[in-house]
C-alpha cells in the first residue's frame, strides 16, 4: 500500500498487467491530509466535521476542486454560480468528493487596463490551489477569453487530473431583425455612427440587442477559439467547447464533466499524458480552419511551453500554409455566429473535415482518442462549416511576418481584412500613445489618406502595460464619410478576436523596449506582402543605426505591486507572455507540500 505521506507517482503496470493499475483510495493524494493516524490529520478531518460533513462523505473518495472564476462583474460566466452546483452532482454521482475554490474572475469586459495583464495571475492562483489545498483532481470553470489558457496554465504545471469545462456562446443578438455579433457589429455599427450612417438612437437599439444571453461572445473571438483549442488540445469532454450555455445540453456538459473527472482521478490520466506536441499541432491546426483569433498564437505558445512542448511561430506558419479557414463564423466569415455552428456539426463536425490534417491517435479527458471522438461526426449545414475545397480563405486565419520592422515576428488576420491590404505599401503616421492616436482619428482635417499606414507604438507587454486589445485601431473619421472601411494598421498591441480589419499586432520585439518600431518615424514607408509573410520599414541599416544611437528608453510603468513584478518577468508575444520564472524548465520541480 503506497504511503499516504508520499507524493504521489506515475502508477506503474504490475507484473502480468495489460497496461498501468488504477489508484487505490491510499494512492490518493488528499489521502496525505487525511489518512494519518497523526495529531495534524486530526484537526484536518475535525475541520471537515466543523464544516457539517461526515467522514464518510471524504474517506475513499476523489477529493475533486471546482476552479470557478464566476464573479458579479464577469457577465459571461453569470451562469457559473448553478453550473457548479451541475458540477458537484456529476462528481457525487460518481462517487466524489466536490470542493469548489473560487479563483479570479478576470472579465474581458471590464477588467482594466487588459484582461492580459492578469492571465499569468490566475495560472499561478490555480497552480497554487491545486498544490495546497487537499485535492486530487479539478474541474476548471472558464471561458472569458483569458481564463481558458489562464486556467489550463495553472492546471498545467501542477500536473494532477484536471478536466475544462468551457462557458459556452452566448445566443445570438438582434436588432431591428438584423442579426447581430458581439465586438464585430459592435466595430461596425460604431464605424456607421461615426460616419453619420445611423442615429444615436439606432446605436442605443444595437447596445440593447447585442447580448441576450449569459456566455462568451458568440462571434469566433478569444473566447469560442481557446475553448476550441483547448478541447483539440485534449482537455474537454468531445463537442464541449460549441454548446451555447443558455443551452440545456449545457447543464448536463458541466454534470457530465464532474463524473468523468472522478473517473480520470482513479485512472491517473493528468495533463502530461494528453498534452503532446502532437495534441498541440492539432490546435493549431483546429485554429486555424476556425478562423482564429489572433489570441491563439499568444496563449498556445505559452501553453504548450507549460506543458514542456516547445511549439513556435514556425509551427503557426506551418499549419496557415496548409488548413484552409472552413469555418463560416464571424468575423472570418460573413453570416454566421457559434450558435449556428453548433446546430450545424459544431467542433467535432469541423475537426472531421480536417482529419488528414490531425493526428488522431492522441489522448483527451474522455479516456479515448480524438480519432474515437470525432468518428462518425456530421456536417449539417455545409456553408456554416464549409468542406476543404470551398473555404472561406484559402489558407489558414492567421499569418505571421518577419522583416526589420519585426524581427521575432508579427502576425495579420488575412481572412478578415479588405484583400486589397494583402500588398501595400504606404507612408507611416505614427502615434506614441492612444490618447493622441484618438484624437487624431476624430480629427478630419488631419492628413490621413487611404494609403497611410496608421501605427500605435508603446502598447506592448510591457509599454501597454499588459499588451491591451488597442491593435485594431479605429478607423479615422475623415476615411470613414469617405466611404473607407478598411485600412494597414500596425501596434506592438493585441486586439479583440472580435476584431477585423488590416491589422498588423503583435509586432516583437515591442518598442517599449527598443524593437524597431521604436525607431520608425512619420513619413517613413512600410511595406506589407502576406504573401511573402514580410513586413517592413523602407529605411537604411546607417539610418536605423543613427536613431538607435538617440533612442532613449521610457520609464518603467510600475515601481511596486503586482505590475512591478509583471514588468520584470514578462516574456515577449512570440514567447507566449508568460512570466519567465513560471516556464517548465525555469529551476527544479516543485515539491508536494510538506505537511507536519
Not at 155 to 172: K, V
Not at 377 to 384: G, L, Q
Not at 412 to 420: F, G, W, Y
Amino acid at each position: 500500500m503506497a504511503d499516504p505521506n508520499l507524493p504521489p507517482s506515475a502508477l506503474e503496470a504490475e507484473p502480468g498487467d495489460a497496461g498501468p493499475r488504477r489508484k487505490t483510495a491510499a494512492d490518493l493524494r488528499s489521502a496525505r491530509w487525511f489518512g494519518p493516524a497523526d495529531l495534524r490529520s486530526f484537526g484536518h478531518r475535525s475541520r471537515a466535521m466543523q464544516m457539517g460533513y461526515s467522514p464518510e462523505e471524504w474517506q475513499g473518495r476523489p477529493i475533486i476542486a471546482i476552479l470557478n472564476t464566476w464573479s458579479d462583474l464577469n457577465p459571461c460566466h453569470v451562469h457559473f454560480k448553478q453550473r457548479v452546483e451541475d458540477v458537484k452532482r456529476g462528481i457525487l454521482m460518481a462517487g466524489g468528493f466536490p470542493v469548489e475554490l473560487p479563483a479570479i474572475s478576470v472579465s474581458e469586459s471590464y477588467v482594466k487596463p487588459t484582461t492580459m495583464m492578469y492571465r499569468n495571475f490566475l495560472a499561478m492562483e490555480a497552480e497554487e490551489l491545486l498544490r495546497s489545498h487537499p485535492v486530487d483532481g479539478a474541474v476548471l470553470m472558464g471561458g472569458c477569453d483569458k481564463t481558458t489558457p489562464g486556467l489550463l496554465l495553472g492546471a498545467t504545471s501542477m500536473n494532477i487530473p484536471a478536466i475544462f469545462l468551457p462557458a459556452g456562446p452566448m445566443l445570438r443578438g438582434n436588432w431591428q431583425g438584423k442579426v447581430l455579433g458581439s465586438g464585430s457589429d459592435s466595430w461596425k455599427y460604431w464605424d456607421e455612427l461615426r460616419a453619420g450612417k445611423i442615429t444615436d438612437q439606432d446605436w442605443l437599439g444595437v447596445e440593447g440587442g447585442i447580448a441576450r444571453s449569459y456566455g462568451t461572445c458568440m462571434t469566433m473571438g478569444t473566447a469560442s477559439t481557446m475553448t476550441a483549442i483547448a478541447e483539440a488540445v485534449g482537455m474537454v469532454l468531445p463537442g464541449g467547447s460549441s454548446v451555447p450555455a443558455a443551452d440545456a445540453g449545457h447543464i448536463r456538459l458541466a454534470s457530465e464533466s464532474g463524473r468523468r473527472i472522478v473517473e480520470m482521478v482513479w485512472e491517473d490520466l493528468t495533463p502530461q499524458k494528453i498534452q503532446s506536441r502532437a495534441a498541440f499541432g492539432n490546435a493549431i491546426a483546429v485554429a486555424m480552419a476556425m478562423g482564429c483569433s489572433t489570441n491563439a498564437i499568444i496563449h498556445l505558445i505559452a501553453m504548450a511551453r507549460r506543458a514542456g512542448q516547445d511549439i513556435g511561430l514556425e509551427d503557426f506558419e506551418h499549419y496557415s500554409r496548409r488548413v484552409p479557414v472552413i469555418g463560416n463564423v464571424r468575423p472570418s466569415g460573413n453570416a454566421y455566429l457559434m450558435e449556428d455552428f453548433f446546430y450545424a456539426g459544431g467542433i467535432k463536425g469541423l475537426m472531421g473535415r480536417i482529419r488528414e490534417h490531425l493526428d488522431l491517435s492522441c489522448m483527451t479527458v474522455s479516456g479515448r482518442t480524438l480519432g474515437e471522438n470525432i468518428e462518425g461526426a456530421k456536417v449539417f449545414n455545409d456553408d456554416v462549416i464549409r468542406t476543404t475545397d470551398n473555404p472561406i480563405y484559402g489558407e489558414g486565419s492567421l499569418a505571421v511576418l518577419h522583416g526589420n520592422l519585426a524581427p521575432d515576428g508579427c502576425v495579420i488576420k488575412p481572412a478578415a481584412m479588405d484583400q486589397r491590404f494583402l500588398r501595400h505599401s504606404g507612408p507611416a503616421v505614427v502615434f506614441d500613445d492612444y490618447p493622441s492616436m484618438k484624437k487624431a482619428v476624430d480629427d478630419e482635417n488631419y492628413p490621413f489618406t487611404p494609403d497611410t499606414v496608421m501605427v500605435l507604438r508603446n502598447a506592448g507587454p510591457q509599454g501597454g502595460p499588459g499588451m491591451p486589445e488597442w491593435g485594431m485601431l479605429p478607423m479615422p473619421k475623415k476615411l470613414l464619410k469617405e466611404g473607407h472601411r478598411d485600412m494597414l494598421r500596425m501596434s506592438d498591441a493585441r486586439m479583440s478576436g472580435t476584431s477585423y480589419g488590416a491589422c498588423v499586432l503583435h509586432v516583437s520585439p515591442e518598442s517599449y523596449i527598443g524593437g524597431p518600431l521604436a525607431l520608425l518615424r512619420n513619413g517613413d514607408t512600410v511595406t506589407l506582402d502576406v504573401d511573402a509573410r514580410t513586413i517592413s520599414m523602407e529605411v537604411s541599416e546607417e539610418e536605423l543605426a543613427r536613431r538607435r544611437a538617440e533612442w532613449v528608453a521610457p520609464e518603467p510603468r510600475f515601481e511596486r505591486g503586482y505590475g512591478f513584478m509583471f514588468t520584470k518577468h514578462i516574456q515577449q508575444a512570440n514567447e507566449g507572455c508568460d512570466f519567465d520564472f513560471l516556464r517548465t524548465e525555469f529551476g527544479a520541480p516543485v515539491p508536494e507540500p510538506v505537511i507536519y
